[in-house]
């Protein structure tokens, strides 16, 4: 592991952003590379929505002002996904919500980032249920809980 660079006037390559070298590259360069690593590792494992599904939640969105989805991934199991412009500025641009017993929401600043954030709840889902079953369930093998439980 390198050792982190101090970060103060004195440094000999000087405290500007992107000055500080790093096995002979900025810092601000190291860091984008590694978030293109992270990205790309975290695309490899859940995937990215496709084009396709992108363009329908854009013209929904922009025709209704909301996209809803509900999918049957077991029998009688349903996940709902609904991402929906909500009226405010910034970071809470959009309002994302996927559930299925499981409640994951997020406020997201653009509409791309709400599919994205959907999406891996979406994958999370089924994928917590395989791993901890329902969080309704006392445990993992027993659905109801004993009457002195806390």
Known sequence: MLPCPRVNDSMPNGPELGVYKIEGRSLLAT??????????????????????KL?????????????????????????????????????RKYHVRVECDYVFEAHCPTLARA??????????VPRLWQEFGWPSWASRSKIDADSDAV
């Open 55 to 91: 363009d329908q939640i854009r013209q929904a969105v922009d025709r209704d002002g909301r996209w809803e989805e509900h999918v049957e991934w077991r029998i009688s199991t349903v996940t709902s996904t609904l991402i929906e412009r909500t009226g405010e500025r910034g970071y």
């Open 31 to 52: 860091m984008m590379k590694l978030g293109r690593l992270l990205l790309g590792i975290r695309a490899r494992l859940v995937g990215r929505p496709s084009p396709g």
């Open 115 to 124: 599919c994205e954030i959907a999406h891996i709840y979406e994958y999370l």
